[in-house]
């Protein structure tokens, strides 16, 4: 990813701008292990033999040659052996990162057996991809309420290098800015939005989600490390609220219920009207339909049943 991308999603995620890697992964060089293995054996096997050679050569009266050719046997043996201590057993999913003497000389990726220079330190490192999930973390949202969050991050590492020099513990380092991460998000956003419009950690999952994940690649690319994917798994009001947030709720729910059982109401009352009108059943001057309309609407709002009152006078009395 270039700098200027990097610095546009550090601006808007509010992450800490990481410094630039000095480091990066390059493939070392190596050579596949099976010609290395057979030439080490035949080498040993060489050198064997120019030691059983150099005994028959001194059992024969020349000593110095054959003193030669068992020492030259036992150096070539010697190297064989060194030099076979070079072979490295890659799994898939799994590198080896190479440094000789201190310095990072690349990073092994090909599975299966290969050779590397036997004085390098090989050091593996899992490519595979990951889970992280959180504990349940208590903190404030952007209004100040207590609320409970946790989130799972599926990760692989991206670049070897970086993870193996430029943090001290590239596992530590996801776990502890996944949990930065999360909390910086939760303290940006309510848990439920009072104005229209606005976001919030509960109605707008998707949006807060990919913003979570903007947030967590740039605090973990300098440990050369990808994001894959991130998700909420727990999101809650804290117990000490719960009740109070869920009486809140149950009221908003009475509210908007309560406003459709009106708006329908409404419109049944008009629709009786009018029909009372086209038929022409009964003229009904303002008054009988004020009282018509509150009949209805007492009817069709009330949450009980409607008691029937038999009037037996006129329709004023």
């Known amino acids: 990813m270039s700098t200027t991308s990097t610095e546009a999603i550090h601006q808007g995620s509010g992450a ?35 030691v059983i050679a150099g005994g028959i050569t001194a059992s024969g009266g020349s000593a110095g040659a054959g003193v030669a050719l068992s020492v030259a046997g036992v150096l ?67 209004y100040g309420n207590p609320i409970e969050l946790a989130a799972v991050v599926v990760w692989r590492v991206e670049d070897t290098a970086q ?6 513990d590239f596992e530590q380092f996801v776990s502890t800015q996944t949990e930065a991460a999360v909390r910086h998000i939760a303290i940006e956003y309510p848990y439920d939005a ?38 909420f798994t727990h999101l809650a009001y804290a117990p000490e609220i719960a009740s109070a947030m869920l009486q ?7 509210v908007a219920a309560r406003r459709q059982i009106v708006d329908g109401a409404v419109g049944m009352v008009e629709a009786a009207l009018d029909r009372i009108s086209e038929r022409d059943i ?30 037996t006078g006129t329709l004023y009395q």
């Open 194 to 231: 009072h104005e229209e419009g606005g976001l919030s950690l509960r109605g707008d999952a998707e949006e807060i989600t990919e913003k979570l994940a903007a947030e967590l690649h740039a605090r973990v690319e300098a440990a050369g490390v990808r994001i894959i994917e991130s998700r």
């Open 282 to 311: 009964v003229d009904l001057d303002p008054e009988r339909k004020a009282a018509m309309v509150s009949n209805l609407m007492v009817v069709l709002c009330g949450d009980r049943s409607a008691q029937p009152v038999v009037n």
């Open 248 to 254: 809140r709720q149950q009221a908003g729910a009475m």
């Open 163 to 168: 993870a193996m020099f430029e943090v001290d």
């Open 16 to 50: 800490p701008a990481m410094p630039q890697p000095r480091v990066t992964e390059f493939a070392a060089r190596s050579i596949g292990g099976g010609a290395a293995l057979t030439v080490g054996l035949a080498g040993v096997l060489g050198g064997v033999g120019l």
């Open 76 to 142: 070539v043996v010697v190297a064989s052996v060194i030099a076979m201590t070079g072979l490295n057993m890659v799994a898939p999913g799994e590198a080896r990162v190479v440094q000789l003497f201190g310095r990072y000389r690349g990073t092994v990726r090909a599975d299966g057996l290969r050779w590397v220079n036997p004085f390098a330190t090989r050091r593996p490192i899992s490519t595979r991809v990951r889970n992280h999930e959180t504990a349940v973390l208590k903190v404030n949202d952007a």
